[in-house]
């Protein structure tokens, strides 16, 4: 298949063409760490693999790390009877995961593009302190005075390489459906209220996630930048070759249990709360749900995962403690299985 970069040869199974691992932006290493997503290289010789996924973005502990800063990388699933002239609808799938965790590869979409009759794109962006990191030392050398929502800024960048190449693939460029379920639920509003992907989408479908939030600021979550900065060894005054010398895995040290899009004048000038009550987003029809059964994975990692499940005797207690309202009157809603 033609891209912009050059022939990329997939395989085929079950009815779809598969092309796995497509370089959508370059490697966010090196000088590129916590910096916006650079353009992609052509592809050497002008041949690219496109037969096996490539490494899930950094994540796990530092002590038990998996996947690599060179992540920036996407899939791209074809009914086999597609041609350039189909131009079928255009599904982009955005992962959930905590803004810590997930990769476009858990996804297969091959089943849907061929229930669908549709092309289905599955991404990788950056997460942890890799993706939203904000820090006065990377502001102060941002052209924009602006730092963190890389991994905001890597979803965006994968919509434009969709937009630029999915028409030899068969897609319509102009008829792309944005969707994705928790953290990717709430990437879905926040690319409503991002100026960065107006235009980049005609549909959205947000799965869970959160659209009421009000974002830290930028002032807010430099501050937090300046506390993890401290915990791996940078101090207060840290610089960016010091915050760039820091291996990979000592980054995911310190981190929170969740990540979340902040505020800048780059990637979202207004919460996503304010935006939508002020009308400033891509209008463009919304489906907004919730995916069902989701909880079970959060009680699943604050209570089981810690070796504390929830037993019968302390549901009432778990649910005060957890959710910050009243046990009783909650339970009486939603009693116990166990």
Known sequence: MQTQQGTATGIEQSGVRQFLGLPYAAPPVGA???KPPAPVAAYAGGQYDASHFRSVCMQGTASAPTGSEDCLYLNVYVPDAATPASALPVLFWIHGGGFILGSGSQTDGSALAKQANAIVVTINYRLNAFGFLAHPALTAEDPNQVSGDYGIMDQAAALGWVKQNIRTFGGDPANVTIFG??????SIYVQLAS???AGLFAKAVAQS???SRQQESQAQAETDGIGYATTWGCGSSATT???RGL????LLQGNPLTW???LNTRVLPLSTSAAFASGNFSRVPIVSGFTQNEGTYFVAAAFDAQGQPVTSDGYMAAINAFLDVAGTTTAAQYPSRK
Not at 181 to 186: I, L, P
Not at 247 to 250: C, G
């Open 32 to 34: 590129l760490r916590w």
């Open 181 to 186: 379920d928790s953290s990717g639920g709430h």
């Open 195 to 197: 100026p960065l992907s």
């Open 209 to 211: 996630g959160d659209f």
């Open 241 to 243: 070759a010091c915050l």
């Open 247 to 250: 291996s990979a895995s000592a």
């Open 260 to 262: 979340y899009a902040t």
